[in-house]
């Protein structure tokens, strides 16, 4: 099949497909529509850009033109993913003003929102945590929602949302149409398709975890401290449009100012910026006006953006699944993407489970070792050293350093120097640093003020004769006490009236002392 008329679709729907410009179908659009204009559920797997959007919108519209008393939900696990379906529906039903739309998610505005549903939309596009809120305020009824769509739902689940889908479920008739949309099928995303969909037919196009052949993927090996330095090379080298993937929230501002300064012209995208804002970056990466855009993995999932040429995997994700969207954010509609993920020694073992996520068959103990041997031969670890060394002296009181051509690593450090007690060296070694440093404190002291040195020996013999008083008298009362404290200060004017010219900072500590 290499054209949407054969899906038996309405002209109006087909001249809108055409406009948006939609050739022919993609293959799992291919396979699914007909499922889902014969009323059947269905469980589908796909990686991402290969258009599933479509592969749902389709037919969802096609339905609620021929029944015009039905509803239709489509839930999303971000509010990106919510905006692109809603752009999505929206060119597909130009010129149609029978049916309304309207999107419900975080970030907005309720009486915006309010205003929308008074419209009786038909489709309702948006994140579950907002659905649930309108249906709990009851401005939001789905008692004739024959058409539910889950996208997306294994990253729905990772996010948490498998109570609040629980819920919005209980409001829907239980003779529904549901389509359940997932980029991977792990078990419990089996296991809840048994629990929602009824005689599901599954459609699975290609491997979901392997990244597609149109994206040259490399992978560089490189110290923590040497990222940034490589980043700036890679953008140097790259043209086009770059999508860099950091860790945190915090990282993607500390990261966007950064290659501004450096004359990177860059946006940050993450969970934490208002929603106004992050439509306007959007859209501005969108027309281009800025080439980079530095993101956590809330955009990995349905981010469509046709025009990314480079991935930059700057920190890897927390979960290995998501290694696969983040690629999958360029390469679209078959076009060539480029890939370049950055691993430090300490995300060995995060890439270690990618490699089993992309190749099951993989060894987990096989796959270490040869880290391990990686791990030696690119930058051997002062920590392996100074245990073997702090095991040496266990066996023998003195140590022994080689004679041979100094080195770096013959030079004892200050882990070492304390590892044992016992021996005489350590503790002549141990002597001359306390020596060392109170010499410098003794210099401190006298670059401050000679008065300060002299008041300190004053307040130490004080508190060396309170001390004896104490333990003299074992049924001392606060009045002794009261009585010592100011015999000190009685003390302390005397010697300060000797020297009148107290700097600034003498008095500060005095009046702290005080």
Known sequence: MNSFANFGLSKTLEKSILNMGFISPTSVQEKSIPFALEGRDLLGSAQTGTGKTGAFAIPLIQKLMRDEVSTALVLTPTRELAKQVLTVIEGLLYGQNAINISCLIGGEQITKQLKQLKRKPRIVVGTPGRINDHLIRKSLKLDRAKFIVLDETDRMLDMGFGIQIDRILKYIPKERQTLMFSATLPEQIIKLSKKYLTNPERVSIGKTNVVAQNINNEIIKIKKEDKYKLLLEQLDNREGTILIFVKTKHGTVKMAKNLSHDHFASEPLNGNLRQNKRDTVMRKFREKKFRIMVATDIA?????????????????????????????????????????????????????????????????????????????????????????????????????????KKTNDEKPSKFNKFAK????????????????????????????????????????????????????????????????????????????????????RFKNKFSRAK
């Open 300 to 404: 990995a999932r349905g981010l469509d953006v046709p025009h990314i040429e480079h991935v930059i995997n700057y920190d890897l994700p927390q979960l290995a699944e998501d290694y696969i969207h983040r690629l999958g954010r360029t390469g679209r509609a078959n076009s060539i993407g480029s890939a370049v993920t950055f691993v430090s020694s300490k995300e060995l073992g995060k890439w270690n489970e990618i490699q089993i996520m992309l190749d099951p068959s993989l060894k987990k103990s096989n796959s270490k070792n040869s880290f391990s041997k990686s791990k030696e031969k690119k930058k051997p670890f002062k920590k392996n050293k100074i245990k073997s060394n702090f095991s040496e002296n266990k066996k023998s009181k003195k140590r022994n350093y080689p004679k041979s």
């Open 421 to 504: 007690k016992n021996t005489p060296d350590e503790v002549d070694n141990k002597s001359n640093f306390y020596k060392k440093k109170k010499s410098v404190n003794k210099k401190k002291y006298d670059k401050d003020n000679d008065t300060a040195i002299s008041f300190f020996k004053k307040k130490n013999s004080v508190d060396k004769k309170f001390k004896s008083k104490f333990k003299t008298k074992d049924d001392s009362s606060k009045k002794g006490i009261r009585r010592s404290k100011s015999s000190k200060n009685t003390n302390f004017k005397n010697k300060a009236s000797n020297k009148p010219k107290t700097s600034k």
